[in-house]
């Protein structure tokens, strides 16, 4: 508790105390919030676009230092424009994110606010779980996240998009891994219950709806 002064004399010095005070607790409170980060995605860039060029926009506009701002490898498709993914603090991509359209370099670019991540096991890559509580018993902390292969990053993959945990499910895995459309990532994190095989489509058409209700209704009888 800070001590209460009541003599008139040194009121205007508690004051000017009690002003300090708050003014430090702004401080502490706006660092607090400004090592926050978040992510973005800067697209738009142009061929003479660097990283680097990117990263010092983003801190000018963000109004903060440059060593606070991480930006990856431009993605460049060929015949298209640069993506970025950059990670700031919050406060600055706000600011960002907010301007709309900037320049780097030649390029007039747009930056967007990525979605915070789930939390994700480090081992099997599944969302739910650390890799302490992991019983999964699969290892894919060597995989590349985009085409589900050992033995280098996605940041320079040139391989078709492949989901190791789809692919492994035997579901379709044409997209990276962690993708928002992969349905691995969208589950509740249970443990796997017996999902349907896909691939009934080539036996007979017999109209075997019936019988498969009937297989419903047996399995609920047999319960008990
Ligand atoms: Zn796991
Ligand atoms: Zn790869
Ligand atoms: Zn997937």
Redesign the pocket.
Known sequence: MPVVLTVSALRSRTESQEVAHLQAELTAMRAELEALCAEIRISGLGDAATSQAVAAQVAKLGGCPPEGVKVGVINRPPGRQGTVWVKCPVLAAKKIVDAGRFTVGWSTVRATLLEARPQRCYRCLVPGHLGVQCDCGVDRSA???????PG???A????EPSCAICASEGVEAGHRLGHKKCPAMNRPPTKGGKKKTGGGNQGPPASSSTAAAAADVEAMDTAH
Do not use: D, T
């Open positions: 995989l590349c996240f985009r085409c589900g292969q280098h990053k996605a320079s993959c040139e391989e």
